[in-house]
């Protein structure tokens, strides 16, 4: 009789076999296995986002595709998690409370010295000018103490911490214009720039780092001297070709600039200004000269802008009562350098506007010089911006449907002459 152990093994082989083949199969179920569930999860409603409290990029990013803004900064939006909603004012903190009374203390003494320098200008204004040294040293007294009330005015509110809280979150941003059309946002809401604390914590803020970020580019880009031989800005300057920001001195496509820009203008001194809006392209190349020559591609004048009305676009001037010289679009012939295309917003004299008829007879595209059109009709520089455009793809196209000529021109450099060969005398070698 055969072993036993052999005849058991084969069977336990098949056994096995057979289980294995059984669990490769899956049954038929009715219900959803995990990884369908889980899929089913996924297109669920996305979850809102508070602006009070989105802290990281991501959820900066899909609260900005809603077209709303994250309040705040992100630090702060990241504190706000983890404490309870408790009003700023009212912070359980003893030495912030006590602070906060020292604080109020100090302005209602800069409110007294308002009410007091109010009265010594009502009393100024009601003096005879022949005790104050004339017409002219009225007018220079009136002016001095009007500017110290205004400064008394920001050093009331300047230490408030809920001013501060308020300029630092945004609460008062508004768009200008539509979505679709505008995206500048500005940094204080119109009815707030109509407080002088609110004009001085932006005008700070601005100089800080846009403005530094200006003045860096008109210095590298040579626009500061080759166009004007100084440039001060006291107004921010934005500039967009429809959606699109347009940083200072980046490169903009010929086909973006071919429409007409928007301009952001926010003044930081209180009142109604007129100002003379010019583009200015100074890298036209003069080819029989040799050298470059200046090209105006937009002139305009007597446009009012005031600190709660900062936004001006180029197509929403008048035609007949502002617009000098309509709008040319940028561009630059095939071998050039690029273009420096510089923008500049110049204040006209106090009350005055230009005659907009006669600036049309003189005032030629062609050789357009801002030094001597600022010495003639008496305006200066407040506030500037700068892009370039250099020859692509689109040029020619856009030169075609603006019936420019030189599309089908190349610029070359000239290539150096080679100096004499003169042969050395050979005596001196010898």
């Known amino acids: 009789m055969s072993n036993p152990t052999y005849t058991i093994k084969p069977a336990l082989r098949c056994l096995c076999r057979s289980r294995n ?40 990013q899909q609260l900005l595709s809603t077209g709303v803004s994250p309040i705040g900064s992100r630090r702060r939006r990241a504190a706000l998690q983890s404490t309870s909603n408790i009003p700023f004012e009212q912070l359980p903190y003893q030495c912030f409370q006590e602070a906060r009374k020292i604080l109020q203390t100090d302005r209602e003494e800069k409110l007294q010295q308002i009410e007091e320098e109010r009265r010594r200008i009502a009393k100024a204004e009601a003096l005879d000018p022949a005790r104050c040294g004339g017409d002219a040293g009225k007018k220079g007294k009136l002016v001095a103490m009007h500017k110290y009330l205004e400064q008394l005015k920001v050093l009331a509110d300047v230490n408030d911490p809920l001013i501060k809280k308020r300029f630092e979150d945004g609460l008062g941003r508004s768009p200008v214009g539509n979505k679709t059309t505008w995206t500048f946002w500005l940094i204080i809401g119109a009815g707030d720039m109509n407080r002088p604390i609110y004009r001085y914590l932006a005008d700070r803020k601005w100089r800080e780092y846009k403005r530094r970020v200006m003045m860096q580019r008109i ?21 967009a070709f429809g959606r699109r920001n347009v940083q200072p001195g980046e490169f903009v496509d010929s086909r973006v600039s071919e429409t007409l820009p928007r301009l952001n203008v926010q003044l930081f001194e209180k009142g109604e200004k007129l100002v003379t809006l010019v583009v200015l392209d100074s890298d036209v190349p003069n080819v029989e000269k040799d050298a470059f020559d200046y090209r105006c591609h937009f002139l305009a004048t007597n446009i009012s802008l005031s600190p709660t009305t900062t936004s001006l676009p180029f197509s929403a001037l008048s035609k007949e009562s502002q617009v000098v010289l309509p709008w040319l679009p940028p561009h630059a012939q095939k071998g050039s350098p690029y273009h420096r295309l510089s923008i500049f917003v110049l204040q006209q004299p106090e009350g005055k506007a230009l005659d907009v008829e006669a600036m049309r007879k003189r005032e030629e595209r062609e050789g357009f010089n801002l030094r001597s059109f600022n010495d003639r009709h008496l305006v200066k520089p407040i506030g500037v911006h700068l892009f370039r455009t250099v020859w692509d793809e689109g040029t020619e196209g856009v030169m075609r449907r603006a019936g420019l000529e030189g599309a089908n021109v190349e610029l070359r450099r000239k290539k150096p002459e080679a100096l004499p060969y003169k042969k050395k005398d050979g005596e001196r070698y010898r």
């Open 21 to 60: 083949t059984i669990h490769r199969f899956r049954s038929i179920a009715t219900t959803a296995s995990h990884y369908q569930e889980a899929a089913l999860q996924s297109f669920s409603d996305p979850p809102v986002l508070d602006p009070n409290l989105v802290s990281t990029r991501k959820e900066e």
């Open 219 to 239: 210095s590298q880009m040579h626009v500061v001297p080759d166009v004007l031989p100084h440039l001060d800005p006291v107004a921010e300057v934005s500039l």
